[in-house]
């Protein structure tokens, strides 16, 4: 495992890369170019300039999350060739600049879904949350508004406004848009992109929706074990692996991640890390990483990881807010390097048992 903290790129992210650096263990970035809408094309030098930033500060850049997949492409228009075109474009500029992980998702419309960004724990900290009944009683437009307005001015990973500006064409566009037929553009999708996969060792890490069940009745489909499994068995190569995200995959409680993380053995090319604490089924808010703050047995589900050999990029997922931080709802610089050094603690403490055989 090698522990990164995701960063925005300069200009829009409030954390430093100088702060990051400070960070005991972590030596790596994962990025993206914040600025380059879902569809375009990436270009060498663009990627090229963002590494020189990142190495200047002594630091890696270990992945990118994401490359954005237009929505042609989700829906299968027939203009998504264009954008797969794009798509491999991009993946070559990002290979020939030696970064080999590519974060993405397949969700439509929306990327993750929370109902507040700033709900208010009792210590004082606030936290991403989400409640079904909300969701079940807003429109999509209103709900979109809402997002945006309330992320301390930030633009928010997936909710660029050029897009989401108009969300009822954009729910129209999907409306035939089956669970199977989203499946079905997946496969094509990652069976296009393979050759430029392999060509350049690149793993591509799909993000598993978020909350895992489907919202505004819009189709999701990587949700649980099955549903990986049987994406990984449909493009059965390596470069086809998952984001093993414990906080999407965790929404449902039914989802046991140690078992999935197991399963996937292989497939895990990258780990996002951190702890949700449900209130009831489709009732949950962030909390620390530390296991006794939330619902999850973090010890159990990093040891599945360290069992299965994961030595792939993590990183710590969102954050609380904390200690009076300006930031990104989620990503503020505190939680996440205090949930850095709790998983780091982890990780030591199963690696040296073993190597001791306890
Ligand atoms: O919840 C988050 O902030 C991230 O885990 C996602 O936005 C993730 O970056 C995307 O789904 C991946 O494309
Ligand atoms: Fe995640």
Known sequence: MRMTLRWYGPGFDSVTLEQIKQIPGVTGVITTLYDVPAGDEWTYDRVKGLKDIVEAAGLKIEGIESINIHDSIKIGTPDRDKYIDNYIKSLEAVGKNDIHMVCYNF????????????????????????DQKVVDTIDPQTFFNQTTDNSNGFVMPGWEPERLAHVHKLFDAYKDVTSDKLFD?????LNAIGPVCEKYDIKMAIHPD???????NLPR?????????????????????????MGSLGTNLNNDLPDIIRSCKGRVHFAHIRNLHHFAPGVFEEAAHLSSDGSFDMYEAVKALHDIGFDGPARPDHGRTIWGEKCMPGYGLYDRALGAMYIQGLWEAIDK??????
């Open 185 to 189: 553009n997946l496969v094509y999708f």
């Open 221 to 245: 489909i990587i949700t649980g074990k099955e549903a990986i499994l049987k994406m990984l068995k449909a493009v059965d190569k390596p470069y086809n692996g998952i984001t093993l995200c």
């Open 107 to 130: 969700m439509p419309v929306f990327d993750w879904t929370r109902t507040d960004l700033a709900k208010m724990r009792p210590d004082g900290s606030t936290v991403l949350a989400y």
């Open 353 to 358: 048992a073993e190597k001791r055989g306890v």
């Open 210 to 216: 978020d909350p895992a069940w489907p919202v505004f």
